[in-house]
């Protein structure tokens, strides 16, 4: 009796299950095909929107949105390493590992930044967060100086130049 009601169950079920099994192959080898296809573009716009959905409601991380924006960076670094984008995915990475304090991805993105795009209109921010990072979460001020004062020396007119100096005015 036992088996009977179990084996009725499971054929009532079966076609559900089975339907399921083959929508969930068909999806993923749908999205294999995309993927294989996937022009530097697209794969860029994959990136934006899930750079979209980096913080929360609340103001929080999405911690796993970041993981994933940050796998999704690497391999379209690995992927087209000359790309015209290559800048905006690496401040993905950037902000990714930041906001996930992976501290030492943090200065090293931010150093292959400085020393990519030494002509980016970002490249004094690239400075500023640098410090940022070597000041507040890795507790080393003297590096950090060093950083304020490399950027106030290769972008001084910028604006973030004028606030850092008035800022070290301030704790020097």
């Known amino acids: 009796m036992f088996n009977s009601r179990i084996k009725n169950s499971i054929s009532a079920k079966l076609p559900v299950m089975l339907f399921f099994l083959f929508l969930t ?20 716009s994959t990136l ?15 911690t796993e949105n970041a993981l994933l924006l940050q796998e999704k960076s ?20 950037a902000k990714t590992s930041d906001g996930l304090n992976q501290n030492e991805l943090t200065i090293q993105t931010l150093n292959q930044l400085i020393k990519e795009f030494p002509h980016s209109e970002q490249a004094p921010l690239y400075y500023y967060n640098k410090g940022k990072v070597l000041e507040d979460k890795l507790k080393q001020k003297k590096e950090a100086l060093v950083v304020y004062k490399e950027l106030i020396q290769q972008y001084p007119e910028s604006k973030i130049a004028q606030e850092i100096k008035q ?6």
């Open 74 to 93: 690497k391999q379209f670094l690995a992927k087209y390493p000359n790309s015209k984008y290559r800048e905006q995915v690496l401040v993905y990475i």
């Open 25 to 44: 192959f068909g999806v993923q080898s749908c999205s294999i095909h995309e993927k294989r296809g996937q022009s530097e573009e697209q794969a860029l």
């Open 167 to 172: 800022y070290l005015q301030y704790i020097e």
């Open 48 to 62: 934006a929107k899930l750079e979209q959905n980096l913080v929360l409601e609340d103001l929080s991380l999405n």
